[in-house]
């Protein structure tokens, strides 16, 4: 009889099947004549040449009577055992995908497609950490940081816009100035493509206007942040090509500043719209601030409630773009507080004009297919 060759140090099927052979006083031809198969199938099985495949196993378990899952299993540990290892960046590449879009970042510019281990520097690079143990929402982070309450794809978006901003030159801000600005900046609201201008107005109060495109499930509108004492920074997703809620955002951002918002920690702002967007019990007194600025400035709210409680519950289209007219502003800015007001978001959503296309060209903008020029 061949003798069986170990080649690992789990042993092949064939060698508890060479037992089984022996237990019964039974030879590799009576084998081969029980499972009705030629007995150089059975040598190479019982020599370890061959594996024991789903139908032969059920047939050995026929033949020795016992469980068919027994010589599945024994194929499936010794196979197990030859398999070489796999490249340990496996494990590393996992665990950032795991806790980020890694995916989307690296498509997006914002990190290059390289070995785990330089992706992994590259990590903590992006989020300004020592070592890839530190990341927030990495498994095993060495230390708590005060993101630990920021999704991992909202935390990015953030770390992309400080990336930019810290690239970005700008006077010195001034307070004065930004108030000065806003009735400027209300004219701008009679057409969408007047939104250009709003990058070069907020430029020379000295607040940096950056634009990035939200992440997958992100779900971020905005962010007010310091890099220090005279230096603010907006950042917007425009999640919604929306003249209506890019104006709301924008200017519930521009208060943030003006009140010294997020000079300790972000302001991130999460879909504002709906009740986020009002002054309810559940909203932080430093949003209920902002939210009532950004809606007066939009449309004055007395002269929306006004309008709405003469009007309602029906909108003829012709009331809201006399309204409009009387306020000098786009007719969509109106449907949007009245779509906030009644909570009715289909009322009249051809008015809702896009805006991104006007305000991408005069900013630092990463996304759409642009990838801002800084790097980690």
Known sequence: MEMFEIVSEVPTPGYFIREELEARGWSQRDLAYILGTPEQAVNMIISGKRGVSPEMAKALGKAFDVNPDLFA???????MSRARDPDPGVEKRARLQNAYPVREMIKRGWLVDTDAALLEE??????????SNEIPHIAH???????????????????????????????????????EALPRLRQLLIEPEEARHVPRILSECGVRFILVECLPNAKIDGVCFWLNKHAPVIGMS???????????????????????????EEIIDIELEGERAGSGANI???????????????????????????????FAERDVLGFAKRL???????????????????????????IRQFVLPGTMVDGWGQTAPVSI
């Open 73 to 79: 299993n024994l194929q499936k540990a010794y196979d």
């Open 238 to 264: 425009i999640r919604h090509d929306r003249i209506d809620n890019f104006w709301f955002v924008l200017r519930h951002e521009i208060e943030h500043v003006l009140q010294g918002h997020g000079m300790d």
């Open 284 to 314: 932080s007194e430093e949003e209920r601030i902002a939210n009532a600025a950004a809606a007066d400035f939009c449309v004055p709210q007395s002269e929306i409630r006004s309008f709405i409680a003469r009007k309602s519950p029906f």
């Open 141 to 179: 982070a060495a230390r708590k940081t005060s993101y630990e309450g920021v999704p991992p794809a909202q935390l990015a978006w953030l770390f992309r816009v400080k990336q930019i901003a810290e690239s970005m030159a700008a006077p010195r801000y001034s307070a004065k100035a930004l108030k």
């Open 122 to 131: 590259q990590m903590a690079r992006f989020f300004c950490v020592a070592n």
């Open 328 to 354: 000098q502003i786009h007719p969509g800015i109106v449907v949007g507080q009245i779509q906030n007001h009644t909570k009715r978001w289909d009322l009249l959503r051809k008015h809702l004009a896009k």
